[in-house]
């Protein structure tokens, strides 16, 4: 049973545009979120989160939206530039004790100039 | 180095071997987790260490999987008489705590490949 989904593996987006990228879950007892990009042969690198009693968090062009009754999440990249493009892996973590993450499959994001 | 070193890159081994894999977390991180991700797939949580609590292993996927960390810095995940479903990248990841709001900071993984 997959707790964190992300439906869409993979986007196309024109440079400038928009890019938005969606994750959804499933466990109510998550109380941290995180969105994590990855190129090739690399780890994943932190992008933004966002904490389970906010809606929003905004760093730069990267603002992540959090919609608890819906349970879903996402990344909006504006504008979107090439050297975005990359895997994007949205992640949750359980309240409590563990400190584990829960990953989606991720999202392949290809910006075209 | 300022960031999550983890040796080897690249492992190749015989079904049936033992391997090794080793993490050198950001100095000063008291947290640090292990995960692998398979073709395809996302990340998949193994273990996570805090301090000096006893360990969460309830991502490892059997007996033949075990991690220690040693004086609360290096760690090593043991992966003996390996199969070819092991194969995949393994990473590590450090965070400065495990119970506050820390992004994990993650290395370059080891590709562990099984013929």
């Known amino acids: 049973d997959q707790q964190v989904k992300q439906n869409s593996p993979s986007l196309s987006v024109q440079e400038g545009r928009i890019s938005i990228l969606n994750c959804d879950y499933s466990?109510?007892?998550?109380?941290?979120f995180l969105w994590y990009k990855k190129y090739p042969a690399e780890g994943p690198t932190f992008l933004i989160s966002?904490?389970?009693?906010?809606d929003k968090n905004e760093d730069g062009r990267f603002t992540v939206f959090l919609n608890k009754s819906a349970k879903h999440l996402s990344l909006h990249i504006v504008p979107s530039q090439p050297g975005d493009s990359a895997v994007y892996f949205c992640?949750?973590?359980?309240?409590?004790?563990?400190?584990?993450?829960?990953f989606g499959t991720g999202t392949l994001l290809a910006v075209q100039p | 180095g300022a960031g999550v070193s983890q040796s080897p890159s690249n492992k190749v081994t015989e079904k049936g071997k033992d391997v090794e894999l080793r993490c050198d977390p950001i100095?000063?991180?008291?947290?640090l987790y292990w995960y692998r991700q398979s073709l395809g797939q996302g990340l998949e949580f193994l273990i996570y260490f805090q301090g000096n609590s006893a360990p969460d292993k309830s991502g490892l996927p059997s007996d033949r999987f075990s991690a220690e960390r040693t004086g609360g810095s290096v760690s090593t995940l043991t992966i003996q008489r390996t199969q070819q479903e092991d194969s995949a990248v393994y990473l590590c990841?450090?965070?400065?705590?495990?119970?506050?709001?820390?992004?994990?900071?993650f290395g370059d993984g080891t590709r562990l490949s099984i013929l």
């Open positions: 992640a949750a973590r359980y309240g409590g004790a563990t400190n584990k993450l829960i």
């Open positions: 990841a450090s965070s400065p705590g495990g119970h506050f709001n820390q992004p994990q900071h």
């Open positions: 966002i904490s389970s009693i906010k």
């Open positions: 100095s000063g991180h008291t947290a």
């Open positions: 466990n109510s007892m998550f109380d941290y």
